[in-house]
């Protein structure tokens, strides 16, 4: 009988660990939904009335003290455009079906998810290392450091899951 390829074979007592995994899997799933809430919001600023609705809310939101990164958004929105906003939603809707993918192959053990999604976070450390270098803030260096802690685990944790399997 040849080897399957999912962690699913391992049974769930000796597999060590399945807690992780869910972690992980729960974490990729919830930004697949946070991902999906922006694209939906970017295709719904595609349309001219209601971008020009959400710019002219901010232009009368009274905030006190913060009145300039206020007018910062407006302008960027406004040099932006509705247009964009298609290809933006298109983007983030290609992340969230990737971290769906992810979370998903997880949750039902499979092998090849612990893998795929070994690729797909090494392959973005680089580019969060670059933004995280070139304009410092926590919330990246956390989402920086929580990438690589997870890459690092799941490459120990995938190593591990072939080692059972052979050892079978």
């Given at each position: 009988?040849?080897?399957?390829?999912?962690?699913?074979?391992?049974?769930?007592?000796?597999?060590p660990?399945?807690?992780?995994?869910?972690?992980?899997?729960?974490?990729?799933?919830?930004?697949?939904?946070?991902?999906?809430?922006?694209?939906?919001?970017?295709?719904?600023?595609?349309?001219?009335?209601?971008?020009e609705?959400?710019?002219?809310?901010?232009?009368?939101?009274?905030?006190?003290g913060?009145?300039?990164?206020?007018?910062?958004?407006?302008a960027?929105?406004?040099?932006?455009?509705?247009?964009?906003?298609?290809?933006v939603?298109?983007?983030?809707?290609?992340?969230?079906?990737?971290?769906?993918?992810?979370?998903?192959?997880?949750?039902?053990?499979?092998?090849?998810?612990?893998?795929?999604?070994?690729?797909?976070t090494?392959?973005l450390i680089?580019?969060?290392?670059?933004?995280?270098?070139?304009?410092?803030?926590?919330?990246?260096?956390?989402?920086?450091?929580?990438?690589?802690?997870?890459?690092?685990?799941?490459?120990?944790?995938?190593?591990?899951?072939?080692?059972?399997?052979?050892?079978?």
């Amino acid at each position: 009988m040849p080897p399957t390829h999912d962690t699913a074979a391992v049974p769930a007592a000796v597999h060590p660990h399945r807690a992780g995994l869910r972690v992980i899997a729960i974490y990729e799933i919830a930004k697949t939904l946070c991902l999906l809430l922006v694209a939906i919001a970017a295709f719904h600023l595609e349309h001219q009335q209601n971008f020009e609705r959400l710019v002219h809310w901010l232009e009368h939101l009274p905030l006190t003290g913060s009145s300039g990164l206020r007018w910062k958004l407006v302008a960027a929105l406004q040099a932006f455009g509705p247009s964009r906003f298609v290809a933006v939603g298109l983007v983030v809707l290609g992340y969230a079906v990737l971290f769906g993918i992810e979370g998903v192959g997880l949750l039902m053990g499979k092998y090849w998810a612990e893998w795929f999604t070994v690729i797909a976070t090494a392959s973005l450390i680089p580019l969060e290392l670059y933004e995280t270098l070139h304009r410092f803030g926590w919330l990246k260096l956390a989402a920086l450091l929580g990438n690589v802690a997870i890459v690092v685990y799941l490459v120990r944790v995938a190593l591990q899951t072939r080692a059972m399997r052979r050892g079978r």
